[in-house]
């Protein structure tokens, strides 16, 4: 059965860095784009970054342009969100996704159907 485990999640002081890992597993199975998103209770889904399969390109919302970094080890199949200069309105469920179909990166939703089941980010002010 293929799986996205998110973990790292946890509360932070503004301006403060934290790490976000996704660990995929499954017989067989290789995470082809991969993304992470966000989404607050009430609130859309939105795109945080996303990374192609072999690493060389990436996407990044606006928001986190210049504050986060993503990586990928496709050996151990996993990825990570670097979070760095956090912000309040960084606070939100953060989940991983990667799809078995596209190695390019996207930041639409459409583009991914497995997802992890989400880690807690929260900063304080």
């Known amino acids: 059965q293929v799986q996205l485990v998110e973990s790292g999640g946890g509360v932070v002081q503004a301006g403060d860095s934290l790490r976000l890992s996704c660990a995929a597993s499954?017989?067989?199975?290789?995470?082809?784009?991969m993304a992470w998103f966000r989404q607050a209770p009430g609130s859309e889904r939105e795109s945080v970054a996303a990374?192609?399969?072999?690493?060389?390109?990436?996407y990044f919302a606006d928001s986190v342009k210049g504050r986060f970094t993503i990586s990928r080890d496709n050996d151990k199949k996993t990825m990570v969100l670097q979070m760095n200069s956090a912000k309040p309105e960084d606070t939100d469920i953060y989940y991983c996704?990667?799809?078995?179909?596209?190695?390019?990166?996207?930041?639409?939703?459409?583009?991914?159907?497995?997802w992890g089941q989400g880690s807690q980010v929260t900063v304080s002010s």
């Open positions: 996704a990667t799809t078995k179909t596209t190695i390019n990166a996207s930041g639409s939703c459409r583009s991914y159907e497995i």
């Open positions: 499954g017989r067989s199975f290789t995470p082809l784009a």
């Open positions: 990374i192609s399969f072999m690493g060389a390109n990436t």
